[in-house]
């Protein structure tokens, strides 16, 4: 058996294995159990035979091995409907069994007619023209452009829907989503271009950048996408213990020296009041404090420069605080880090690792441990 090895096809290689492993993880493991799991897991799955199919080709495994040749499953149509059907249950947008179907009847279809054409090629031997193959991928190109397109659409309604702050309702992190849509997009431009370099040149080398990229999503869904879920669900079963221990709520407010002039002491009282009220919102400006105020923002800030108060600042200190109170809390022991700084308002696990290690001098994972 005459393999082609090289370093290439052994990281794709890598990366299928990774997919399988994570795949099986979470759809056999109670831990992750969830449609919207199970539905990460499928475009896991779906990439990873994208990947393999061509794996058979670039080793010549196919060629030692000819019944892996005959029937080509058209997996990269799956990729982008299994992600998408992902995306609406992770935002929690109802998707009703018809959509579903529309979205994988490419697959069912151009799977059909592989399947007949590999019965053809078995039984009599007629090689069909590659001019299918070739607009196959064109299609399997524009639908996944589309479903990028609808995807990225889809996030921009939950965010408009989400712009208002409402403390009882958890909004899901959708920056990763774009992110990956983005990358997605790159890859579809990158394939368009292989198609045409093969059309030209017949170089099947010029495939590795695309598989390799591929397999580099495979990383991405698999540790971010199952993490923001599992954080997601988790953050709303913490919100509804949060709101329903009402005592855990309170703590010390954070105020600051006595000014001497009673006018802006008033105002500074009523700034610490109110802020202390919104903190929670990883959005807060001081345009909203001022709003709630009755003032204009730019008194607001002036009477704050005045008083060596930095707005992002001191609303950073309070969620601080906030996360203190929470990791030394016994009855919170059980949730991460990452979703304690969340629901204390912070919009980001960097921003919130940033400011917490600056006010308190220690990382939130230190604190926790030396004070639980």
């Not at 030692?64 to 058209?74: G, H, M, Q, T, V």
């Not at 069994?97 to 592989?114: C, E, G, R, S, T």
């Not at 959005?283 to 009755?294: F, I, K, P, T, W």
């Not at 109170?325 to 700084?341: A, D, M, N």
Request: glycine share 2%; net charge positive; hydrophobic share 45%.
């Amino acid at each position: 058996m005459d393999l082609k090895i090289n370093i290439f096809n052994i990281i794709i290689l890598m990366g299928i294995l990774q997919g399988v492993v994570f795949s099986l993880v979470v759809l056999l493991s109670k831990k992750y159990s969830s449609r919207t799991n199970s539905y990460l897991a499928y475009t896991v799955i779906s990439l990873i035979v994208s990947n393999l199919q061509y794996w058979f080709i670039d080793t010549r495994l196919s060629h030692s091995l000819p019944f892996l040749s005959y029937l080509r499953i058209p997996s990269e149509l799956l990729i982008l409907p299994m992600f998408y059907l992902f995306v609406r249950h992770y935002l929690e947008k109802k998707c009703s069994k018809n959509l579903q179907l529309v979205i994988i009847l490419p697959f069912l279809i151009d799977f059909l007619i592989q399947s007949l054409l590999a019965i053809n090629d078995f039984t009599i031997k007629l090689k069909v023209n590659e001019l299918y193959y070739y607009l196959e991928e064109l299609f399997s190109f524009g639908f996944s452009l589309l479903l990028i397109i609808k995807t990225f659409q889809l996030i921009i309604q939950y965010e408009k829907e989400n712009k208002k702050f409402n403390y009882s309702k958890v909004t899901a992190q959708t920056k990763w989503i774009k992110q990956l849509l983005l990358l997605g997009f790159f890859a579809c431009i990158f394939w368009v271009f292989v198609l045409v370099y093969m059309k030209a040149y017949d170089d099947v080398s010029i495939y590795y950048c695309l598989w390799i990229s591929i397999s580099f999503i495979v990383y991405w869904i698999s540790y971010v996408g199952l993490f923001q879920s599992s954080l997601f669900t988790e953050r709303k079963i913490f919100r509804n213990e949060l709101i329903s221990n009402k005592s855990e709520l309170i703590f010390e407010p954070i105020t600051k020296k006595k000014i001497t002039d009673e006018s802006n002491q008033k105002l500074i009282t009523d700034f610490e009041s109110i802020t202390n009220q919104l903190f929670t919102n990883p959005n807060l400006r001081l345009e909203d404090v001022a709003q709630e105020m009755g003032i204009s923002s730019n008194y607001l800030s002036q009477v704050l420069s005045a008083n060596a108060i930095r707005f992002n600042h001191y609303v950073n200190e309070i969620r601080v605080e906030k996360v203190k109170k929470l990791l030394t809390s016994e009855s919170f022991s059980q949730y991460t880090i990452t979703s304690i700084g969340l629901e204390a308002g912070f919009n980001s696990n960097a921003s919130f690792y940033r400011s917490f290690k600056r006010i308190t001098g220690v990382s939130p994972i230190v604190y926790r441990n030396t004070n639980l």
